[in-house]
């Protein structure tokens, strides 16, 4: 079991220790039964060590072949496709950045290259945003750790982002709905923002959505897992189609719910477009996520218990739905209980 730069091991009743110095290996028993003790007992001998002036040696890997190692431990993980994309997309451009420093090897990389990095991002997105990208830069180096590449991961002594809002989500009002179903009327967006609006789907969701995920009959809407797309959870479900979607929905096609000329909608396109558009008709802090909240909000503010609200929204536990619970403060499904 790798601890740092050295290697611990359960043999009979005691763990064993293994670690490199200058080049060679020394091992030894810790004489201890429990593996905390046993990690007491060889970080002492490493420091030790390190006040006599032995050269400890840790294995080194360049920083292309963590991601890689990384990736596919992340892979059995049940993760969606779309999120294994991003994720490997986002460590890949801190790979770039390091190289275009000179820095190759992981055991290089030191806390000031991630503050400048972090500094860097937030000139071009928002704090949320680059809360996510450090986040995952950081699960990288914890695999490290993880590995022995390094002894620390040197992010843990990150300064936190300021400036990010914890459970306020902006959501738009039944007249704020108005305007910006005005404001994408006629477009390639209409229909896509109608059926955000009502169902909640995420933007991958619906630019997937297809005719046959559509059970008119029993007026019912599938998001299903398929061939070059899968769910953030890789979980399908299935939710009511509100009647406000049925004149769109009850019309016989095939294919893409809502193609772009033909062709799948391009995510950061449609995000871009929407965006533009609602700014034009007098509504800021909007995007196509909330559309997703919005969902959500009123779900809950008009009574549908937070259970069903969950299942509709695929949350992964109904604490992602919890956080809108200051939406209806009112509701005290404690007083039902008759004792």
């Keep these: 079991m790798t601890q740092g730069p050295y290697k611990l091991k359960k043999q009979g009743k005691f763990w064993h220790y293994t670690i490199h110095i200058n080049g060679q290996r020394k091992r030894g028993s810790t004489k201890a039964t429990s593996r905390e003790l046993a990690i007491q007992y060889v970080n002492k001998i490493h420091n030790d060590l390190y006040q006599r ?4 040696s840790i294995p080194k890997i360049l920083i292309s072949d963590l991601i890689n190692k990384h990736m596919e431990r992340s ?12 994720k490997e997309l986002t460590l890949v451009n801190f790979m770039n950045y390091l190289h275009n420093k000179g820095i190759k090897e992981v055991h290089l990389v030191k806390l000031g290259d991630f503050q400048e990095y972090m500094s860097l991002q937030l000139k071009k997105n ?9 986040k ?7 695999d490290a750790c993880r590995l022995g590449y390094i002894q620390k991961n040197p992010m843990s002594d990150l300064p936190q982002i300021d400036g ?4 306020k989500k902006r959501f738009l009002s039944k007249k704020e709905i108005g305007i910006a ?6 477009t390639y967006l209409e229909n896509f923002v109608l059926t955000a609006i009502y169902t909640g789907l995420r933007r ?10 559509i059970d008119f009959g029993k007026k019912l809407l599938y998001v299903k897992n398929k061939e070059g797309f899968q769910t953030k959870s890789r979980k399908e479900r299935v939710l009511p189609l509100h009647k406000k979607l049925w004149p769109f929905f009850k019309k016989k096609r095939e294919g893409l719910c809502f193609p772009y000329d033909g062709r799948t909608i391009q995510e950061d396109t449609a995000s871009r477009n929407f965006k533009s558009m609602v700014v034009a008709a007098g509504l800021n802090n909007v995007g196509l996520h909330t559309l997703r909240h919005t969902f959500v909000s009123h779900c809950l503010m008009d009574g549908i218990d937070i259970w069903t ?7 992964s536990s109904t604490y992602m739905t919890e956080l809108y619970g200051h939406l209806c403060p009112n509701r005290r499904e404690i007083d039902k209980l008759k004792l």
């Design 53 to 56: 002036g032995h050269l400890l």
């Design 75 to 86: 892979k059995i993980k049940n993760l969606s496709e779309g999120w294994l994309y991003t």
């Design 126 to 134: 928002k704090p949320v945003t680059v809360k996510n990208i450090m």
């Design 136 to 142: 995952v830069i950081k699960a990288l180096m914890n």
């Design 164 to 167: 990010i809002k914890k459970n």
């Design 181 to 186: 179903l005005n404001a994408v009327n006629g």
């Design 204 to 213: 991958r969701e619906l630019i997937h959505l297809e005719f046959s995920d």
């Design 309 to 315: 609200v969950s299942r509709y929204a695929g949350h």
